[in-house]
């Protein structure tokens, strides 16, 4: 046998066996990579889903927390990990699309090493203000802030956060400047609006839903396309003529990139299946989350977008962060 027949029996037989091993796939437990501490929702949504991922395979799915630098260290442990199909994890709005154009160095290429297969859950952002506030709707807010330019405020959890951003977004929609004050962590953010020591913050439905009930919140405006089930009568940003484009805090399926096709289908349709369960249905709307059925490449399409309009709003006002 010469050369070349020799390369197209190897070449024969790496491919056949590759498909052989997605067909037999999964033979043994799946790790799942949680880029955040245990017992937050991260955790809640993927405890969720994996049970039922879990049965429907025949394998657990065993969760890893890997948690640190706002995602992308548990992101980046799923980048390096070998697409065999037994490493995914969960990939969030902020390591795969904001992160990767507001730091100039990154563990992991998003488009190289990564493959986003499928969306959990959403979560609209939603502005509050304290319910002591004089601002009673959106546009409240943004007539006083377009009367007394830099007179108002907003908190977010940090430089290049989606609070940030978000705001960023409608200051410019709006032709105003709400000014940026950056806290530590909601921990410390929420209870600064509370006190009425900020004026007003963009935060995700889950986080903001017990506050706003108890009395202590008030919602002005939801970031999604259309109206939210738990909150019919605040209006969207868009209806307000605030926002362009939704903005979503989303939990997502990933994988190391070359995982082959095969083993990404099974996982899409093993996830998308749990999705629909009544128990996962119940959890997503007592949480304040949505499910968005999309196709991988759909997804794949969206985040592409979602990065290029992050890139547009750090460069334009030049938001520099270090690691």
Not at 43 to 70: C, E, M
Not at 88 to 115: A, E, R
Not at 197 to 213: N, R
Request: with cysteine.
């Amino acid at each position: 046998m010469n050369g070349w027949m020799r390369w197209l029996a190897v070449a024969f037989m790496i491919c056949t066996a590759g498909a052989a091993s997605a067909q037999d796939w999964p033979s043994r437990p799946i790790r799942f990579v949680v880029p955040w501490p245990p017992g937050g929702l991260n955790d809640t949504i993927a405890r969720a889903f994996n049970d039922r991922v879990g049965q429907a395979l025949g394998q657990p799915v065993v969760l890893d927390f890997k948690p640190g630098a706002a995602g992308r260290i548990g992101v980046s442990d799923v980048a390096r990990s070998a697409p065999d199909g037994y490493t995914v994890g969960m990939g969030n709005l902020g390591p795969l699309t904001i992160h990767p154009v507001l730091y100039k160095q990154m563990p992991y290429d998003v488009k190289k090493d990564l493959l986003p297969i499928a969306m959990f859950a959403a979560s609209p952002l939603v502005l509050v203000v304290p319910v002591t506030s004089q601002f009673k709707s959106a546009r409240d807010l943004v007539e006083a802030a377009r009367a007394k330019p830099g007179a108002y405020n907003f908190a977010s959890v940090g430089l290049g956060s989606p609070a940030h951003l978000t705001f960023e977004l409608v200051n410019a929609k709006a032709g105003i400047q709400i000014v940026h004050v950056p806290y530590k962590g909601t921990n410390e953010a929420l209870p600064a609006v509370i006190a009425g020591d900020v004026h007003a913050t963009f935060d995700t439905l889950s986080s903001l839903q017990p506050f706003i009930k108890a009395g202590k919140l008030r919602p002005l405006a939801v970031t999604t396309a259309e109206r939210v089930a738990q909150f019919p009568e605040v209006p969207t940003l868009k209806e307000l003529g605030l926002l362009d484009d939704p903005v979503l805090s989303w939990y997502a399926l990933i994988a190391p990139a070359r995982t082959p096709a095969a083993i990404v289908a099974k996982l899409y349709k093993a996830y998308g299946d749990a999705a629909q369960t009544p128990e996962i249905q119940k959890l997503l709307a007592a949480q304040g989350l949505i499910y968005l059925p999309m196709s991988s490449a759909e997804f794949q399409a969206g985040i592409d977008k979602e990065t290029a309009r992050w890139g547009r709003i750090i460069q334009d006002h030049r938001i520099e962060v270090t690691p």
